[in-house]
């Protein structure tokens, strides 16, 4: 039953500077979507250098970055699948 569960996985994408792309693509889509509808962005400890994420804390910053990244599995996924990349 096993090996047929396995067999059934479409195999993965290997990493291409293509694949590098869209997932920074997707980050940098998650943090712009996350600093306009998160209601205290800018709550909790600061970054370094929080300008450059719009003045984001770092809970903000974990939460649309993580958001980024399964969006980015999706997306890679997707476009592998649609045969782009």
Do not use: R, Y
């Amino acid at each position: 039953m096993v090996l047929s569960l396995l067999a059934t996985m479409p195999t993965t994408v290997e990493w291409t500077p293509m694949v590098g792309v869209v997932m920074i693509v997707c980050n940098v889509a998650a943090i712009a979507i996350g600093k306009f509808k998160i209601d205290q962005p800018s709550a909790g400890p600061t970054l370094p250098m929080s300008n450059m994420f719009g003045g984001m804390g770092f809970p903000a910053l974990l939460a649309t970055t993580s958001f980024g990244h399964v969006l980015g599995i999706g997306v890679i996924l997707g476009l592998a699948n649609m045969g782009i990349i």
